[in-house]
């Protein structure tokens, strides 16, 4: 099975500088806001963003060390995303995030969506403050993406007709686009010509679809314990997700009703969570999931073909894998 520190191997020395980099970048005078933010951050969780634009950029350089360009991208993406993650626990009112107390529920919602929007100002400007005033701006493009991507969310969570284009279209938006611009900055970073960084861009995404989805498939499949968060929490929320999307484009009319029936009854109460759950399960919704999770992970392994043989190109193939693979 493929492991995430092998995969993180080629850069692991990069990322222990991105350590310093961002410690560096978030100091505060303000003892009360450096504490909220240092709570923000330390959970690390896998840092997919960041190891993806360090590979990118190790691409370009084998066998060389990465330099501050590649650190400011894996910085700007990582800082991005952690900032989304606090602000999404907000939206969702998750009073839990990778195992312990999320900032929200820790400390109030006004003090985590501040912390967040700090981490957002925070990032911008170290990036400019190092000089690297195109990679801020080819990072800071998927801010808006991501916050277009939670409307559309927030608009379908109140309605029960989202198709499968609706929801590739929101976690093209809340995911694929930072985990496309994370590899894409690498590649920038590092100077590649334009061809591989839309190369890369492509990469990215499709990667970022896999992933998604296959957070998706272990909110059904997974227990609290494995994945550090509550587990069927889509359900909970009414989140319309492809495996339920996958049984109800095979349902009759009168058959979809009673499932989606069944959705609505799931924010409080347990047992429509097991009943909606098992039926999903039973009715290949996972199956089909996983069908289409493979097919986007089988496209990001396309953009890599041709590229020579490098410890970097290695780990990309092999975080195709693991994105099947993980259990959390």
Partial sequence: MVTLDAIRKPVAEALEQLDATIAQ???SRIAPAAEMVDYGLSSKGKRIRAVLALLAASLETPGAAVGQRALTAAMCVEMIHAASLIHDDVIDESSKRR????????????NAVVAGDYILAR????????GHSDIVAHTAAAIATLCEGE????????RSDTSRADYLEIIGLKTASLMA??????????EAPQQRVEAMHRYGYALGMAFQIKDDILDYTACDATTGKPSHNDLREGKITLPLIAVLENSAQQRQSQLLELLCRCRDDSEAV??????????GGIAAAETAMQSYADA?????????????RSALLDLCTYTGQRER
């Fill in 25 to 27: 970048a978030f100091v």
């Fill in 99 to 110: 195992g312990r107390m999320s900032l929200n529920a820790l400390l109030g919602s006004h």
């Fill in 123 to 130: 990032t911008i400007s170290a990036g400019l403050e190092r």
């Fill in 151 to 158: 409307i559309l969310q927030s608009l379908h969570a109140r």
């Fill in 181 to 190: 611009v994370s590899a894409s900055a690498g590649s920038l970073a590092a």
């Fill in 274 to 283: 097991a009943a909606l759950s098992g039926e999903v399960i039973r009715s």
């Fill in 300 to 312: 990001a392994r396309a953009e890599l073909e041709g590229l020579p043989d490098s410890p970097a």
